[in-house]
């Protein structure tokens, strides 16, 4: 999998509201679901201060459509359980009227996706696209170049991510923090960490 690197400090990050658990840092996961390329970011929140720990893609491999589930899943997988993650977001399917069979496909692999988060003991929470777009540009209608460049200008990185879809991923990882942050909801651990 490709990851972006990480900044060594943490970043503290525009109109971030403070968590119930100040002081501990908390991992949030964004997934930014996709049948070929799903983009993943994972990020440790504390007050004001937000931190890139990973975010990379999984790529899904196989002739049917039932192997690159499965794929998507095993990748997933294997980041939520290295990664450890105590909340999970994903971006709700963009659906177009003519362009049906995407949004069902894309369906299929955000499905397990939240399979992985439930195996794992995980919520998922879930944003429209245009909502975390626009939170991050203040357009709901910004390119993959206008979200990567404000990942890279948010976290401070030498370089834009990439691929697009780790740029995608960190961008639901924030939106989940803001808005579950300005309304107050804690993120607590998940059992056992």
Partial sequence: MPRVPAPADPLPVRGAAAPALADAWLRVAGFDPGLETTGYGVIECRGPLVRLVEAGAVRSRGASLEARLASIHRG???????????AMAIEQVFSHARFPRTAILMGHARGVIC???AQAGLSVHDYPPARVKRMLTGS???TKEQMQAAIQREFGLAARPEPADAADALAVALADWHLRGRLGAAVVPRPGT
């Fill in 76 to 86: 997933v997988a294997e980041v939520l359980e290295v990664l450890r993650p105590t």
């Fill in 115 to 117: 399979l992985a988060a």
């Fill in 140 to 142: 709901g209608q910004a």
